[in-house]
Structures are given as structure tokens and as C-alpha cells.
């Protein structure tokens, strides 16, 4: 029996020392994963259906709902912002110095 214990990473920093990746690709997962969390609170809140968001962003309901549940491996960000735009949204990116 394997008795792997779980790892849990607490921050896209972490995560990304856990899976061999740099720091930038860290920082990608983070904007990445804000941007997706933004797009499922905007559709949420807009009382849209996934096929209606679909329709306004040019991509297919089945696309639309595989970002609504947190899958995004083959979604590119220029799709996330797109809907966010056909939403009424506009993305605005800040700056920070890392420490």
C-alpha cells in the first residue's frame, strides 16, 4: 500500500518549487488563477448561463464551462481577458517588487 503523504503547497510560490517550476512560471499560475477566479465571480454574479457567456466572448459553451470549473490547462489568457471585456470588464494589472 503507498503511503504517500500529500503535499500541500500554501502559496503559487510554493507550488511552483513543488513542481519544478521557476518563479516566473509562480507568477504566471497567480495571475492566471486570479483572472479565472474574477471571470467565476463576474458570470456568477451576471446570472448569465455558461452558453450565453459563450456567445458574447466567441468561444463555445463547453470552453466557457470548463473555465467556470477551474480548468484552464488549454485556455489562454487572451480568452480569459476576452471574456472579461464581453462582461463589461476591463483588466488593469499592478506592480510590486517582490521581496
Known amino acids: 500500500m503507498?503511503?504517500?503523504k500529500p503535499v500541500v503547497a500554501e502559496d503559487t510560490t510554493a507550488l511552483a518549487e513543488?513542481?519544478?517550476l521557476t518563479?516566473?512560471?509562480g507568477a504566471e499560475i497567480q495571475l492566471r488563477s486570479d483572472l479565472n477566479d474574477k471571470i467565476i465571480e463576474v458570470v456568477e454574479k451576471s446570472g448569465l448561463t455558461h452558453a450565453?457567456?459563450?456567445k458574447l466572448a466567441r468561444?463555445?459553451?463547453s470552453r466557457m464551462t470548463a473555465?467556470?470549473?477551474h480548468n484552464t490547462q488549454d485556455v489562454s489568457?487572451?480568452?480569459m481577458l476576452r471574456i472579461m471585456a464581453s462582461l463589461g470588464y476591463r483588466a488593469k494589472l499592478?506592480?510590486?517588487r517582490v521581496a
Open 2 to 4: 503507498n503511503s504517500a
Open 18 to 20: 513543488i513542481l519544478g
Open 23 to 25: 518563479p516566473v512560471d
Open 52 to 54: 450565453q457567456v459563450a
Open 59 to 61: 468561444t463555445s459553451r
Open 67 to 69: 473555465i467556470l470549473n
Open 77 to 79: 489568457t487572451d480568452l
Open 94 to 96: 499592478t506592480f510590486s
